[in-house]
């Protein structure tokens, strides 16, 4: 167990739909990171964010968007949603930034029918 | 920005046997290099990093080397068993950015 909790596991949805992932860090943990893993696929950066400020910003569409609260606890909010937007996303958090390591949660597994 | 390539995408090996699993990178401000594994439907675990002002590093059956000239580091994991099934990926990171993943390496085991 890495410390980082995510919810909810598993969720099912529709073309057009918004859905919110939550990602809790470790404790002491300032920076939250979310990643994309589709079929296949390695693990897509999507958006950073260090004691509540975004800090860095990859491959996130425009319908996704995310915040971290003054908790540092962070949600991913996916909107519009598309057949491939279906993917395993996963929260990471690290103490600082930069070269800090990384610990990854369990993942939430979003399916779009 | 960075850019990570890993090989082989598939490695196949019988338990025993060393595997060993190869990233090149792009930015040579790269200096912290981890690699984690991947178990079917689980998240991925810190197994071992590498920073760079070490050269090699070793945990158990476990160890990493970098060149930082040739700008590459590699997996090398002895006496492979069962359980050493999984996908690994490198990465690295600049510092000034965020870490860059390989593609990732499906190591198969077979008893």
């Known amino acids: 167990d890495s410390g980082v909790t995510q919810t909810p596991k598993h969720l099912i949805t529709a073309t057009g739909q918004r859905v919110t992932l939550r990602c809790s860090p470790r404790?002491?943990?300032?920076?939250v990171y979310w990643y994309q893993q589709s079929l296949d696929q390695g693990l897509q950066f999507l958006i950073q964010?260090?004691?509540?400020?975004?800090?860095a910003k990859g491959n996130i569409l425009e319908r996704f968007s995310a915040q971290q609260f003054p908790d540092l606890h962070s949600e991913l909010n996916l909107s519009s949603l598309e057949l491939g937007d279906s993917a395993l996303y996963f929260c990471?958090?690290?103490?600082?930034?930069?070269?800090?390591?990384?610990?990854f949660g369990p993942g939430t597994r979003l399916t779009v029918l | 920005g960075e850019n990570v390539e890993q090989h082989p995408s598939t490695l196949s090996v019988q338990e025993g046997d060393s595997a060993v699993i190869k990233c090149t990178y792009s930015?040579?401000?790269?200096?912290?290099f981890p690699w984690y594994k991947q178990e079917l439907g689980k998240r991925p675990q810190l197994i071992i990093d590498?920073?760079?002002?070490?050269g090699e590093k070793k945990d158990q059956r476990i160890a990493v080397t970098l060149n930082k000239t040739a700008k590459h580091f590699s997996l090398h994991i002895t006496e492979t068993q069962p359980e050493d099934s999984a996908v690994y990926f490198c990465?690295?990171?600049?510092?000034?950015?965020?870490?860059?993943f390989g593609k990732g390496t499906m190591l198969l085991v077979s008893p």
């Open positions: 990471a958090s690290s103490i600082g930034t930069g070269t800090d390591t990384q610990y």
């Open positions: 404790s002491g943990d300032l920076s």
């Open positions: 964010y260090y004691n509540g400020e975004e800090r």
């Open positions: 930015d040579s401000a790269s200096n912290y």
């Open positions: 590498i920073r760079s002002n070490v």
């Open positions: 990465a690295a990171i600049p510092g000034y950015s965020t870490l860059t």
